[in-house]
């Protein structure tokens, strides 16, 4: 689990906060994931960066903002979120394409 | 569409029993398949990864199996242990489809004493 890791593990916020999520990855990887995991759903992709620049946007609403500084650090932006939002938020790594993902601990996100 | 399907949803068994979980899919074409657990609270963590032809990989008590042909996997858990229960997610990879995968919405496993 230190391979990937996410702050804060929890965070409840109300629709008019602005708040981050961080990951971080020690694993030498160029590409970064940021998931949702809602209850009774897959697992959906919102964003994909390689080597810092995005390479997908999975039709994810402007109110979900990623940021990638460097290939060790992704961020997710929140702000003016719905409750619906509410849901495990997972960050994951990999090699490359077509290598396998590793997968931060999540934050459960709750949004009052 | 590109879908993975798997069942049951969820399942309890007790400790010392096998078990096995399926996954079908329609993901084309197709470049490789992998098993994740997933602990209430925590990430996935991947148990088995297969390509076309490979038709069974083994991780400790846990066996994954596929048919590329019936585009179906199966995962067989041996003499469970309570640490077994979890969420198993199948993920199906398309050749050529960038860094998207296709998650099925996993199947969750209560091992009781």
């Known amino acids: 689990e230190t391979g990937v890791t996410q702050t804060p593990r929890h965070l409840v916020m109300g629709m008019t906060n602005k708040k981050s999520l961080k990951c971080e990855q020690h694993l030498g990887h160029n590409a970064m994931y940021w998931y949702k995991q809602s209850a009774k759903k897959p697992l959906e992709l919102m964003f994909v960066?390689?080597?810092?620049?995005?390479?997908e946007n999975n039709s994810v609403p402007s109110r979900f903002s990623p940021e990638c500084p460097n290939s060790s650090h992704l961020f997710l932006h929140l702000h003016t979120l719905q409750p619906e939002d509410s849901a495990l938020y997972l960050c994951a790594s990999s090699l490359g394409q077509d290598w396998g993902q590793y997968f931060g601990p999540g934050t459960r996100l709750t949004v009052l | 569409k590109n879908q993975v399907e798997q069942s049951p949803q969820s399942l309890i068994i007790l400790e010392g029993k096998n078990c096995t979980l399926q996954?079908?899919?329609?993901?084309?074409?197709?470049?490789?398949l992998r098993w994740y657990k997933q602990d209430t609270g925590r990430g996935p963590v991947s148990l088995t990864i297969m390509t076309f032809s490979e038709n069974t990989k083994s991780n400790g008590r846990y066996t994954a199996t596929l048919d590329a042909d019936t585009k179906q996997s199966s995962l067989h858990i041996t003499a469970s242990q309570l640490s077994d229960s979890a969420s198993y997610i199948c993920v199906v990879s398309a050749r050529g489809s960038g860094y998207a995968l296709n998650f099925g919405k996993g199947t969750s496993l209560l091992v009781t004493p």
């Open positions: 996954c079908n899919y329609t993901v084309s074409p197709f470049s490789n």
């Open positions: 960066y390689n080597f810092k620049e995005q390479t």
